[in-house]
């Protein structure tokens, strides 16, 4: 077999990384065995446009499509829980007027 790649390798330790951050998050919050109360469904088209509208700013409304994207590639390999708390963290940073801009607040970084 031969030698990893520099490329593999950085592949490896991602999704190490990614499976330590669900394991310590299910340590931190057990699942739950109560089924009675479940959330209705959505689309994650869905939330991308309720993320946009909710925005801030209209570049922060620009931004809800590649944070969903991220949020939506990675939550396979999540527990729900941690989705959703991701899920709340991307609508609090689109709805902080600060979000997407330098520290002086008045250039967007890019």
């Known amino acids: 077999m031969p030698p ?8 490896i330790d991602q999704a190490l990384s990614l499976r330590r951050d669900a394991l310590n998050f299910q340590k931190a919050w ?3 065995n109560s089924q009675d109360d479940l959330a209705p469904a959505f689309t994650w088209t869905q939330l991308e446009r309720q993320l946009a509208s909710l925005a801030a ?3 922060s409304a620009l931004m ?9 590639k990675q ?10 708390r991701e899920i ?21 970084m890019t």
Do not use: W, Y
């Open 30 to 32: 057990p699942t739950l």
């Open 57 to 59: 700013t209209a570049q």
């Open 88 to 108: 709340l963290c991307v609508a609090g940073a689109l709805m902080d007027e600060s979000f997407g801009r330098s520290e002086i607040g008045e250039a967007p």
């Open 75 to 84: 939550a396979n390999f999540k527990p729900p829980e941690m989705v959703l």
């Open 4 to 11: 990893l790649t520099d490329s593999q390798k950085n592949a």
């Open 64 to 72: 809800a499509s590649d944070l969903v994207s991220a949020t939506r």
